[in-house]
C-alpha cells in the first residue's frame, strides 16, 4: 500500500482515455445551467511536472500526451480531442510543455461559479502535495479536500443537493481488493443516487480481477436498470511486456453524445498512440 504515485503515469495514454471523457462528460453536465457536483474519489497529487521528478523517469507521457500533440500538429484531430488538448496545452506555455494536469485540475478549471468539487486522497504524501495545489487555485472555494478513504465515504456525499452529480471513480488497484471495494461502493452509490453519473477507469491487466470487471459493472447496472457505456484503448499487444498496454472506462448513466464522441475520437487516438497492430479501441454501450 501506499507505493503508487500517479506522477509515474502522468499523461500517458490511460490518462488520455481517463481526462478525454471526462472533460465531455462535464461540458454535456454544464450545459444545463443547474449546479453540478463533482466527486474525484482517488484525486492523487493534482498536477505534475513532466520534466522533473517521477515522470521524468517513467517517461510514459512520451507515448502518451507527447505523442499525441505530435500528431496533431500534422494531422486531423476531432472536436473531442481539440477540447482536451486545449486544457492541457492551457497549464503550459507556447513554447514548452512540461506540465500534466491531474483529473484534479482538469476539472477545477472546469467549474462554472455554481459547481462543487471534492476530492480525496489517501497517500500521506500525495495528500499535502494535493492540497497545496488547490490552495493556488483561484476556484479553491469551491473544492473540498478529503484526506478520507472514500470507497466507505462516497455515500455520504450523494445524492448531492443538486441532484446532479458526477463520480470519476479511478483507483490504482494496487490492493487488489480495490476491485472489491469498487463493487460495494457502486452498489452503495447507485442505491442512494441512482441517476448520478459514474466514470469507472481500471486497467486492462491479464489477471482475472481485471478482467471481471466490465461484466460486474454490467451486473450492477442491470440491476439498478441503468444505461452504460463501455470502451478501452490498447496501444500495443506486447503480451511479455510489463507495462501497461491497454486500459479502460466504464460509465454508468453516460450522456447520449458520449457513443458519438468516443467513436470520433478512439480511431484517432489508435493511430496516434498504436505501436504495434495490436493497436485498437473497443466501444459498446446499452440503453436501459
Ligand atoms: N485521478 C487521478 C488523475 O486522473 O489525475 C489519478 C489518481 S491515481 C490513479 C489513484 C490515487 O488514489 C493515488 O494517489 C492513491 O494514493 C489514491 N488512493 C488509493 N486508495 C484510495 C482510497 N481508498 N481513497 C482515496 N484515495 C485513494
Known sequence: MFSYRHAFHAGSHADILKHLTLVHLVEYLQEKPGAL???????????????????????????????????????????????????????NTADEMSIYPGSPFILARLLRPQDRLKLFELHPKEIDILRHNISELK???QIDVYAADSFSRLKGLLPPPSRRGLVLIDPSYEDKQDYRY?????????????????????PVL?????????????????????????????????????????SGMFIINPPWTLEKHLAESLPILVKALGQDVGAQYLLNSFEA
Open 37 to 91: 457536483t463533482i466527486v474525484d474519489t482517488h484525486a492523487g497529487a493534482g498536477i505534475y511536472s513532466l520534466i522533473d521528478g517521477f515522470a521524468s523517469v517513467s517517461k510514459e507521457a512520451d507515448g502518451g500526451i507527447y505523442r499525441l500533440m505530435e500528431y496533431a500538429a500534422s494531422n486531423p484531430i476531432s472536436e473531442g480531442i481539440q477540447n482536451y488538448l486545449s486544457l492541457i496545452q492551457a497549464e
Open 139 to 141: 476556484q479553491a472555494k
Open 182 to 202: 469498487l463493487e460495494a461502493a457502486m452498489e452503495e452509490a447507485l442505491q442512494r443516487f441512482a441517476t448520478g453519473c459514474y466514470a469507472i477507469w481500471y
Open 206 to 246: 491479464s489477471r482475472r480481477e481485471s478482467a471481471d470487471l466490465p461484466g460486474r459493472m454490467k451486473k450492477i447496472a442491470a440491476l439498478h436498470k441503468r444505461s452504460w457505456l463501455h470502451t478501452e484503448l490498447r496501444v500495443e499487444n506486447a503480451p511479455k511486456e510489463r507495462r501497461l498496454q491497454a
